[in-house]
């Protein structure tokens, strides 16, 4: 074994390299679910560069995803050369729809897409190319290094699919794990909010709307009404109640064929945020009271009402790492080894690392230089994602800290 204090020698990595994955990375397209092409790009410069075939696996996530998928997680666990816990190194696949078509051209320190109609695909192809980037200086190198597991998820984008479904027993057992996702490298989010997602069905009764409206129990109404409430009640939006914070959303509504007939159906989808999961639950049970109660007040001539029914599920707990926990030291002292000062941040969104610390793995989510993700003025700050690539190795390789 080669011992830990020798490491921090490595050579830095080649970002000349790592520029061109990501160049090639962007243009494959690959929203969530129909991430196979990226994941076969992934694999192929893996096994090109040495990795063993033995040491690739990819797991069954996308067979208990909601939406199903082509593929599942791609997983590349090397054995240590050094003594150490083993650490993690992630990002994931799959891109928002608006960057099919993404025409990936550098101007300067800028990449945008030459396509005015598509986003980059930076979010998180970037976060690819880096881990990615990372593993080959490793295996082509021969760096010296803890045992490793590398982790490419599908599905993030709706949902946090892949890291929840992920087949745990395939890592490993890392220690700690860093995260690549949007932002700059030098921003460590140690902490993100839970989430919470509803599926609301309205059923009333259809009439004809000139002939015999009263006949009928308005699906919209019902819908409007308790929207309405929920908004005057503070209940929706940005959710402030004495020194508990939260957010909710009506995001989605759907119903409705023809304005001549009341409408009889209407689905919604909603959410609800919180970094405190007992007041998140407490604006799920306001959604649910002020849809129930909506469909009780709307009734028709003959006094009958309509009915809701609401699914729920839990997209992600909320999580808040110590600023003592390795790897957030880890992460603190590789920005500052790259020229960066490191700036500790919580997240009002939800991350892969959301179920990888609920999966007992402490996660750092640092940025790549992605810039305006999911709109068509998206970008890639070359610098930040050159340094990124630096980070990155030396987290793979670095000894950890006293």
């Known amino acids: 074994m080669i011992s830990e204090v020798q490491r921090d020698s490595n050579p830095p990595p080649d970002v000349r390299r790592a520029l061109e994955l990501v160049m090639e990375l962007m243009p494959i397209a690959g929203r969530s679910g129909e991430e196979g092409q990226v994941a076969d790009f992934v694999r192929r410069k893996l096994v090109q560069a040495g990795a063993a075939q033995s040491a690739l696996a990819t797991d069954s996530a996308h067979r208990r995803t909601p939406g199903g998928g082509q593929v599942g997680n791609l997983i590349l666990k090397l054995p240590g050369t050094v003594r150490g816990p083993r650490r993690m190194l992630s990002a994931h696949l799959d891109t928002v729809p608006i960057c099919l078509g993404s025409q990936p051209q550098r101007n300067g320190d800028l990449i945008r897409s030459a396509n005015p109609n598509t986003g980059l695909g930076a979010d998180d192809r970037a976060g690819v190319a880096v881990v990615l980037n990372t593993a080959l200086e490793i295996l082509e190198q021969r ?3 803890p045992p490793l597991t590398f982790c490419w998820f599908v599905q993030e984008e709706t949902g946090l699919h892949g890291s929840r479904c992920l087949t745990k027993s395939l890592l490993g057992k890392p220690a700690m794990a860093f995260n690549w996702d949007g932002g700059s490298p030098a921003k460590l989010t140690v902490g993100a909010t839970g989430g919470y997602r509803l599926a609301i069905d309205i059923r009333g009764l259809a009439s004809h709307a000139g002939n015999s409206p009263e006949w009928g129990v308005s699906a919209i109404a019902i819908a409007a009404l308790a929207i309405a ?4 009640g503070g209940w929706h939006g940005d959710v402030r109640k004495g020194r508990q914070r939260g957010t909710s959303n009506v995001g989605v509504i759907q119903g409705g064929d023809a304005t001549n007939v009341v409408t009889d159906r209407v689905r919604i989808r909603a959410e609800a945020r919180s970094h405190q999961s007992r ?20 009734k028709n001539a003959a006094g009958a009402t309509g009915s809701v029914q609401i699914d729920g599920r839990l997209d992600y707990e909320s999580y808040r790492l110590s600023d003592k926990e390795p790897c957030v030291r880890m992460a603190a002292e590789a920005v500052r080894a790259a020229g960066r ?3 500790l941040a919580v997240t009002n969104g939800g991350l892969d690392a959301n179920w990888l610390v609920r999966h007992g793995i402490p996660t750092v989510s640092l940025g790549c230089g992605q810039l305006h993700p999911h709109m068509t003025s998206e970008a890639l700050l070359v610098p930040d994602f050159e340094d990124a690539c630096r980070i990155a190795l030396r987290l793979a390789t670095a000894a950890a800290p006293a």
């Open 143 to 145: 760096l010296p290094h």
């Open 229 to 232: 409430d929920l908004h005057r």
């Open 279 to 298: 007041f998140r639950q407490r604006i799920v049970a306001q959604i649910e009271k002020a849809f129930q109660a909506a469909a009780a007040e709307v």
């Open 341 to 343: 000062e490191p700036e």
